[in-house]
């Protein structure tokens, strides 16, 4: 008896290397992304204000359907072991604890979780490797859902388990309408055949115009 009581205890001292534990066994995780396997929910690192990470994203708006690429690094050298992010509404006056969209082709070694009955809305570590940057795509849903950012609770992992920041946060995300996102740095499409040659048309249309003008002027 004694022996299964520790057994239980184990991961809630310890932590756990393969990923947050979401669903029936952390059902808070999801909303208060905060990891009681670690030191009971308590970090023990000093400089919460002030975290040696950050989150960025490729745009500074998104669209319907649109995707963004979405980084974690650390800044100053520092690396981290554990991660859990997700995109949540900014507007205090909406509710702000649940995951919006989705995630995608993310960097090896983490995966992607359901929360909030939404599946791949949030991104994890899988294992408890060192890491300094971490890579994945987010695409957003159909509809507006007001100015959004990316919150993530991030474990340092050194000198132990106990050392993490949790609200982690990007900058604002703002609504457009505009159709899909596009990468920055995506060259814009270019101009169908079709179009090409209507454009062609109009320019020799042009040219003929001019040249009649400049014979009535002759006469």
């Known amino acids: 008896m004694k022996l299964a009581i520790l057994l239980c205890l184990v991961p809630t001292v310890f932590g756990y290397s393969a990923g947050p534990p979401v669903g029936s066994s952390n059902p808070t995780l999801c909303t208060n992304m905060i990891p009681t396997g670690h030191n009971g929910g308590v970090s023990n690192a000093t400089d919460q204000n002030s975290p040696p990470y950050t989150i960025t994203a490729t745009a500074s708006e998104y ?14 050298g520092n690396q981290f072991k554990g991660f859990f992010i997700q995109a949540r509404r900014a507007d205090p006056a909406r509710d702000n604890d649940v995951a919006i969209g989705t995630f995608s082709n993310q ?10 009955t939404v599946a791949n809305s949030a991104w994890a570590h899988s294992n408890n490797d060192a890491r300094s940057t971490i890579v994945g795509t987010w695409t957003a849903p159909a509809q507006d859902e007001g100015p959004l950012r ?12 106990s050392y993490f920041y949790t609200n982690v946060t990007s900058t604002q995300l703002a609504f457009s309408a505009d159709g899909p996102s596009q990468q920055p740095g995506n060259p814009m499409t270019t101009p169908s055949g079709g179009a090409r040659h209507t454009i062609a048309l ?4 042009i040219a003929i115009l001019l040249a009649a003008i400049l014979n009535v002027r002759q006469f």
Not at 66 to 72: A, D, K, N, P, Q
Not at 107 to 116: D, G, I, S, V, Y
Not at 150 to 161: D, H, L, S, Y
């Open 63 to 76: 669209t319907p359907g649109g995707s963004l690429t979405v980084t974690i690094a650390g800044t100053g």
């Open 107 to 116: 960097t090896a070694n983490t995966q992607l979780l359901m929360c909030h």
């Open 150 to 161: 990316f919150m993530a609770t991030i474990v340092k992992g050194e000198p132990n388990r």
């Open 202 to 205: 109009a320019l020799a249309g």
